[in-house]
């Protein structure tokens, strides 16, 4: 198990070493401008590119450049010119709201989708099913920024129920910071359960008929028993991993929509300021930060797969 | 399953009767199969058909521009007024307010902030929109495939080489590379060798979002080709002596369509949903150019007084998306074996 | 002995895109108590589709069953899966062909019995757990006590079928159903497995119903043999009255197939020409005779299975009993 462990990390490092590359080349040779005039922003005077080229020695060949980037974000010094500001600290100060958001999501939609999946898949073909599946289908085809202007209209705006946005943090008032946040989750939750409801129902369905399932039937256990302990339990563990990478992803970076709509300070309403403006320092740090989160999680979830399926432990190929 | 003939007779011997005659046995090919199981699915086709109309909706832009509403997408008539019942209304009311949706063949679905007619904005939109989803889609595709035939056919370093770089780019979330690649690509636009595209052009959303999706696509294809080439009809080829791009084309393509068709479908709807997003940020489509993401970016600004300028186009968007993602799902089952076997007694 | 299970006039059928599939159509057979009666055919004939019907573990949402079930006096055919719980394990047990799909891979093998002890039986886990233990060691696993906690995939196929034997040996039932339990096990392990059951049926009085199309598996352990072709029975008899008497054509065909050590090298194996009947729209008359070689005008009407020479030994078969005297017997001298 340590071996395996040792080994995913590694690979970790690996995928984090060429992300970090290819971020800067993306944000550092894609763009067809002065480098130095680009990053000091749009109105920046002949001073402020000076510094800028000095800074992050804009004029030495490539690599160097991206050592001196990647020193500038991992000490924290890294500045966006455009608005004279530590782009660090704005992203270390919009943390809480936007793991508020994913996380309390993330409670919502699990919790939804395994419940609208097992049901589907127990009563399968069947009204509650079809049902599910249509709502699942509306679910994943809409724009999670339109739901969420639709859910602030409707809900905030026309009939007051809920407050119109905004962050109020946990330390400051528990009961403020759930009810600021109830639209929000409910907004990023719905993309999330219809897709996993239907993939928890896809892969119900393929486990029912397993012969393991037959054998636990053939054992006298009851109905409900098999379809718990056998069958959902075995069709969780590809919808743990699906979780994993998709968490990280929303922290990553999808949240980035909802903060904007609900005005949440987090992360994602920092990037969308950003990429308003075309400030690329704040993008790329926000960028790189995210996908790390993401390979980080990842890991962690695959360490997780292992813990769950025995036969990955111990060395075997996943079966298909 | 069962088959009425399984055996080859020995030669000399006399024919052997089975249950059923020969007459009745008719050689079926998996597409007429999956045809006939895909026209039974009543709800699929109705949405295929709607997503049809929306299409011919959207083309029919300029028609309705001409005829019916008599002004362009961008033609501005903030300080105009309209005969509506009668009655001669401002575009836009002094406060700001632009008129409202109504039975009017001018501002049918009213005006926007700028006073610019909705109907005709929602229509050349679509277009956009649906244009970006459909190229995007066939960029996403053609890349896709080229790698899975080259990693599946050759594997070794070649393999690996792609799958990591499908990996790497996969380990970026959606939303975040395309928001990279749109912010920096804008600036300037894309010079690489003889290729050069302006900043603002349709084809730098196309190409990001058509290159984000290739490692979504071309994994499960990848697998599917390995498979395949196991199988000893790629031997037989191979001891043919047909070259490896004949092998491609004529022996794997074929087994890898049906997987291919199903994803082009639900990649369309997956495309218009990332470019909405990315064009409601800003990162996307680029002002001339209006999609139905950039016309919710702008109706954003005002939704609690014209609420409609971000209700409509999002209604389009869920209805385009929801009819292929319908569609896509009927095709998939329809091309899927194992549904075979789900008829009720 | 009296019968403890009869089934009368079991059918099984699907309805596919194609049409509807009889695969198993009007099967009836008695299992005495402590008695093993072995079910033999080639693939498609219904042998292991019967076998699973018996405790309602047919499932799909295509099939229909009719028939009868009688266990103990009990219909059990058609009850609901929560009304088979008493049935299921505790009276009637299954083991199945493939042992490395049939246990479920995440979930270690004691526990694994210890959930089905559990389920039928108020007893605490340690209590459980002992038994779980006791019964691997019953059916010759080694270091039981360690062995308890591994996953299934680390056993050897041999051992993973002692397993999953131990698993359905749990609630003391008087029926094993077994089907194909050596079909994916070496030849070696094959003669261990078999043993075991033999020894099970005889120390315990536990009566095997055994699904095999291994005529060497059914010599090994069988009391009686139902032979079945095109989803039904057409011999029923004693192992002795199978091997030694033969009175269907396709049996006769079957043994005539065998390799048998007392034949010249050179013989060829005998085979039976054709293939089985599609299911869809098996031939009216008897489903054999189109393969058969003895055919003659009245096999265009369907035999009933009847005792036609007297006794228990049943045959499908319109053939003179003289005849089948005379030809099954000589069929046996033949390679002897």
């Known amino acids: 198990m340590a071996r395996f462990v040792a080994r995913r990390l590694l690979g970790m490092t690996a995928v984090l070493f060429a992300i970090s590359v290819i971020v800067f080349l993306i944000f550092n040779v894609i763009p067809n401008s002065d480098p130095a005039a680009r990053i000091a922003g749009k109105n920046a005077d002949p001073a402020l590119i000076a510094r800028v080229n000095a800074d992050l020695g804009l004029d030495k060949p490539l690599p160097v450049q991206y050592l001196t980037m990647m020193k500038q974000i991992f000490t924290g010094q890294l500045t966006s010119y455009a608005k004279d500001r530590n782009v660090v600290q704005q992203i270390w100060e919009g943390v809480p709201a936007t793991f508020s958001l994913c996380i309390g999501a993330a409670v919502l939609w699990m919790s939804l989708a395994i419940l609208f999946g097992y049901l589907s898949a127990v009563h399968a073909g069947r009204f509650a099913d079809r049902a599910l599946t249509i709502l699942s289908l509306v679910g994943i085809s809409m724009p999670v920024f339109w739901l969420a202007a639709m859910l602030l209209y409707f809900l905030s705006f026309k009939v007051e129920l809920f407050p119109t946005g905004s962050y109020v943090p946990l330390t400051e008032s528990p009961g403020d910071w759930a009810y600021h946040l109830i639209l929000p989750w409910f907004t990023l939750a719905v993309l999330f359960v219809g897709i996993y409801s239907r993939v928890l129902r896809s892969n119900m369905l393929d486990a029912m008929n397993e012969d393991y399932v037959r054998t636990a039937r053939a054992k006298g256990l009851s109905e409900r028993q098999v379809r718990i302990r056998h069958v959902l339990r075995n069709s969780m563990i590809p919808v743990i991993t699906l979780f994993g990478l998709d968490f990280g992803m929303v922290v990553g970076g999808g949240a980035i929509l909802t903060e904007t709509v609900y005005n949440l300070d987090g992360v994602g309403l920092y990037a969308g300021e950003a990429i308003r403006s075309l400030d690329l320092p704040p993008l790329m740090a926000v960028v790189m930060f995210g996908a790390f989160f993401i390979v980080f999680f990842n890991t962690i979830v695959d360490i997780l797969y292992a813990v769950l399926d025995p036969r990955i432990r111990l060395g075997e190929a996943a079966p298909a | ?345 | 002995m009296s019968a403890i299970m009869t089934v009368e006039d079991l059918r099984v059928s699907f309805a596919t895109e194609d049409g509807v599939v009889k695969a198993v159509d009007g099967v009836s057979f008695e299992l005495a108590a402590g008695e093993v009666l072995a079910i033999v055919g080639e693939s498609g004939c219904g042998k292991s589709v019967t076998a699973q019907t018996l405790t309602g573990l047919t499932r799909a949402s295509n099939a229909r069953i009719t028939g009868s079930v009688n266990y103990r006096g009990r219909e059990i055919n058609g009850l609901t899966d929560n009304q088979l719980r008493d049935v299921r394990g505790e009276q009637i047990a299954m083991v199945f062909q493939d042992p490395m799909c049939a246990l479920n891979p995440v979930y270690r093998v004691g526990d694994q019995i210890t959930e089905m002890i559990r389920a039928h039986r108020d007893v605490s886990k340690k209590e459980a757990k002992a038994k779980a233990i006791e019964l691997l060691r019953s059916v010759g696993i080694p270091n039981a006590d360690r062995r308890v906690r591994l996953y299934p995939h680390e056993f050897s196929g041999g051992m993973r079928q002692r397993v999953m034997i131990a698993m359905a040996l749990a609630l003391e039932p008087d029926v094993l159903i077994a089907d194909e339990p050596t079909t994916a096990l070496d030849v070696t392990i094959q003669a261990q497995i078999l043993q075991l059951i033999d020894r099970l049926n005889r120390e315990r009085d536990l009566a095997v119903i055994i699904i095999t199309h291994d005529l060497g598996v059914v010599a090994e352990i069988a009391d009686r043999v139902l032979v079945m072709y095109a989803g039904q029975v057409v011999e029923d008899a004693t192992l002795d009255e199978i091997f030694y008497e033969p009175k269907h054509p396709y049996t006769w065909g079957l043994l005539g197939s065998l390799a048998r050590l007392d034949q010249p090298r050179t013989t060829r194996l005998t085979q039976i020409s054709g293939a089985p009947p599609s299911l869809l729209a098996p031939p009216a008359g008897c489903r054999f005779a189109p393969r058969c070689s003895h055919v003659f005008d009245k096999c265009t009407e369907l035999p009933p299975l009847e005792a036609r020479t007297g006794g228990t030994h049943l045959d499908r078969c319109w053939l003179d009993p003289d005849i089948k005297a005379h030809r099954g017997s000589e069929r046996v001298a033949h390679h002897g």
């Open chain 2, 1 to 345: 399953m069962v088959s009425p003939i399984d055996s080859l007779e020995a030669p000399g011997e006399p024919p052997i009767p089975t249950g059923v005659p020969v007459a009745q046995i008719q050689g079926r090919s998996p597409w007429y199969l999956a045809w006939l199981r895909l026209r039974r699915n009543k709800v699929a086709l109705v949405c295929a058909a709607v997503f049809v109309l929306i299409v011919l909706f959207c083309l029919a832009a300029p028609l309705w521009a001409e005829h019916v509403a008599h002004t362009g997408p961008n033609e501005n008539h903030i300080t105009d007024t309209v005969m509506i019942d009668g009655q001669e209304t401002d575009v836009v009311a002094p406060d700001g307010t632009p008129l409202g949706p109504g039975l009017h063949g001018k501002f049918l679905l009213g005006a926007d902030q700028n006073g610019r007619d909705v109907m005709v904005r929602l229509m050349y939109g679509g277009r956009t929109s649906i244009y970006v989803g459909l190229a995007a889609a066939l960029v996403t595709t053609i890349l896709a495939v080229i790698v899975a035939l080259l990693a599946g056919y050759y594997r070794g370093w070649i393999d690996a080489v792609l799958s990591r770089t499908m990996d790497i780019i996969w380990a970026f979330p959606v939303l975040l590379l395309g928001i990279a690649l749109g912010t920096t690509l804008s600036i300037g636009g894309l010079k690489a060798g003889p290729i050069q595209i302006a900043g603002d052009s349709l084809w730098i959303p196309i190409l990001i979002i058509g290159l984000v999706y290739v490692p979504y696509v071309a994994r499960p294809i990848r697998g599917e080709i390995l498979a395949l080439r196991e199988k000893e009809f790629i031997e037989a080829a191979v001891a043919q002596g047909k070259g490896p791009l004949r092998i491609m084309f004529s022996e794997l393509m074929p087994n890898i369509v049906s997987t291919v068709v199903v994803f082009f479908t639900l990649n369309i709807a997956n495309n218009m949903l990332l470019e909405s997003a990315l064009s409601f940020l800003g990162a996307g489509v680029r002002p001339p150019n209006a999609s139905w993401g950039t016309m919710i970016s702008d109706g954003y600004q005002v939704i609690f007084t014209a609420p409609h300028l971000t209700v409509v186009p999002g209604l389009m968007i869920v209805a385009t998306v929801l009819s292929l993602n319908v569609f896509g799902d009927g095709l998939r089952d329809a091309m899927d074996p194992r549904a075979k076997i789900r008829l009720e007694h």
